[in-house]
């Protein structure tokens, strides 16, 4: 990756910060590694509470990823901060309601435009007018299954639009994990 290209930092955010937005994390750096980019992308994570500030990712969403090829142990949850916005040149909310206390926070307009649905990045979610990734922390095992599924999805539209902002051509991703 050339040096000359800039650094982007993106932050992952639902309520918790311990099922969604480590899901999402995860999923995004291990998609950029494999797409040649995870040298200019910084990805965090972090919740809108701090209920669980300091906890690892909740049991479920360690074996979820874990089944899909991914590690979640490194995970440390911690609640997003109004100043972190000028650090992050991207925020991606899991829902309506991470979106909304976002938009609260932020100082302006300009650092509003920074916070986006994930999910908006997923071709067939937009289609379908549903942006929302569903809180898997009161489901079961298949409601976290289906977490992995949709943030998958996006986060490939997500990593296909880094790399356009970026014009940096696609490389043949290396290996193959979980079911992409």
């Known amino acids: 990756m050339s040096d000359s290209l800039p650094h982007l930092r993106l932050c992952m955010v639902c309520a918790g910060n311990i099922c969604r937005s480590p899901i999402a994390a995860v999923v ?4 950029l590694e494999r797409a040649g980019l995870a040298d200019v992308v910084t990805v965090d994570s972090a919740g809108t509470g701090n209920w669980h500030a300091g906890q690892p990712a909740d049991p479920r969403t360690v074996a979820v990823l874990h089944r899909h090829g991914y590690d979640g142990t490194a995970h440390r949850a911690q609640q997003f901060q109004p ?13 309506r309601d991470n979106f909304a206390d976002l938009h609260r926070l932020a100082p302006d307009e300009e650092t509003r435009a920074k ?5 908006a990045y997923d071709p067939e979610a937009l289609a379908d007018g549903e942006l929302d990734v569903p809180d898997p922390y009161l489901g079961d095992d298949q409601s976290f299954e289906d977490v992995v599924d949709m943030v998958e999805k996006a986060v490939s539209g997500l990593v296909d639009a880094i790399r356009d902002d970026l014009g940096v051509k696609a490389e043949p991703e290396g290996g193959e994990r979980g079911r992409h």
């Open 83 to 95: 100043d972190w916005f000028d650090t992050y040149d991207l925020v991606l909310v899991m829902d």
């Open 28 to 31: 995004l750096r291990d998609h």
């Open 115 to 119: 916070i986006q649905m994930l999910r």
